[in-house]
């Protein structure tokens, strides 16, 4: 993609998502907020996990990225039956671990789906369904339990404020570079606790979500202004956080004064 033409489908991706240039705001969805902590029956993402091994690849440096061209028609098959499986069950019927093991698959197969829907297009921001549409995240894309869902429902209205868990941000991938990798393990019960921790001290510790340039100056994901409130109150607190985690820059990010620079590459995660 063009630069100048990335740029101002930034800026315009950015005022399309809420008048103030960030992301939604969490907004609960009440008929999700459900669950049967009695229920010990798992959701089967053997299908996903399929998919993963065979098309998703870790690069040398430190970004996954998925052979969408490679998808064969069979395993495009495999995950339509994969979204069919996950949307025809009720997750308020299961506990709280399993829904969120469920939640963050159903949006990243989906986000697959979108991308395999949109072959010719090189970046996810293209993939609307309006003519002015700006990326996919408002387009209904399947119903579960009577109700039609968005990704940005699924992100926005169930994970984010029924978990509260800033993590959830390197869990859901937008098939961006750069976003957080895309995890090589389908999300489950026993994995989940490890694969949100690795995701954060992954992104982190690469450029694309903390690097200082150089000139000293220091430049973070959007991620981390889009989403301010979830990782601290303000920058001093993001600053802490991130140090807390960072395996190299901790003094740096704890003494940092200056001006902060944000930036994303919406560039799609192909290999």
Same mark, same amino acid.
């Given at each position: 993609?063009?630069?100048?033409?990335?740029?101002?489908?930034?800026?315009?991706? @950015?005022?399309?998502?809420?008048?103030?240039?960030?992301?939604?705001?969490?907004?609960?969805?009440?008929?999700?907020?459900?669950?049967?902590?009695?229920?010990?029956?798992?959701?089967?993402?053997?299908?996903?996990?399929?998919?993963?091994?065979?098309?998703?690849?870790?690069?040398?440096?430190?970004?996954?990225?998925?052979?969408?061209?490679?998808?064969?028609?069979?395993? *495009?098959?495999?995950?339509?039956?994969?979204?069919?499986?996950?949307?025809?069950?009720?997750?308020?019927?299961?506990?709280?671990?399993?829904?969120?093991?469920?939640?963050?698959?159903?949006?990243?197969?989906?986000?697959?789906?979108?991308?395999?829907?949109?072959?010719?297009?090189?970046?996810?921001?293209?993939?609307?369904?309006?003519?002015?549409?700006?990326?996919?995240?408002?387009?209904?894309?399947?119903?579960?339990?009577?109700?039609?869902?968005?990704?940005?429902?699924?992100?926005?209205?169930?994970?984010?404020?029924?978990?509260?868990?800033?993590?959830?941000?390197?869990?859901?991938?937008?098939?961006?570079?750069?976003?957080?990798?895309?995890?090589?393990?389908?999300?489950?019960?026993?994995?989940?606790?490890?694969? @949100?921790?690795?995701?954060?001290?992954?992104?982190?510790?690469?450029?694309?979500?903390?690097?200082?340039?150089? *000139?000293?100056? @220091?430049?973070?994901?959007?991620?981390?202004?889009?989403?301010?409130?979830?990782?601290?109150?303000?920058?001093?607190?993001?600053?802490?956080?991130?140090?807390?985690?960072?395996?190299?820059?901790?003094?740096?990010? *704890?003494?940092?004064?200056?001006?902060?620079?944000?930036?994303?590459?919406?560039? @799609?995660? *192909?290999?």
């Amino acid at each position: 993609m063009r630069p100048l033409i990335q740029l101002a489908m930034t800026v315009v991706a @950015l005022s399309y998502l809420s008048p103030a240039g960030a992301a939604p705001k969490a907004d609960l969805w009440p008929f999700w907020d459900a669950s049967d902590e009695t229920n010990a029956q798992s959701i089967d993402h053997g299908r996903w996990q399929s998919f993963l091994d065979a098309y998703l690849q870790a690069g040398s440096d430190g970004i996954n990225r998925v052979a969408y061209r490679s998808v064969s028609d069979d395993d *495009r098959a495999e995950l339509g039956e994969y979204l069919d499986s996950l949307s025809s069950l009720d997750p308020r019927a299961y506990n709280r671990a399993e829904q969120f093991a469920y939640w963050v698959n159903l949006y990243n197969a989906l986000t697959v789906e979108v991308i395999l829907r949109n072959p010719k297009q090189g970046s996810i921001l293209r993939m609307g369904r309006g003519f002015f549409s700006i990326g996919p995240w408002n387009d209904r894309l399947l119903t579960i339990a009577g109700q039609p869902l968005t990704l940005n429902d699924i992100e926005h209205r169930i994970l984010r404020p029924i978990w509260q868990d800033r993590r959830i941000h390197y869990a859901v991938n937008c098939a961006s570079i750069g976003c957080p990798n895309l995890a090589t393990a389908a999300f489950t019960v026993s994995n989940t606790e490890s694969l @949100l921790a690795a995701g954060e001290a992954a992104y982190i510790n690469h450029e694309r979500g903390v690097r200082f340039d150089a *000139r000293g100056r @220091l430049e973070l994901s959007d991620i981390y202004t889009w989403y301010r409130d979830d990782f601290a109150a303000d920058e001093p607190g993001l600053l802490r956080y991130l140090a807390e985690h960072h395996a190299t820059m901790s003094k740096e990010l *704890r003494a940092y004064t200056g001006r902060i620079r944000y930036s994303y590459d919406w560039a @799609l995660n *192909r290999s």
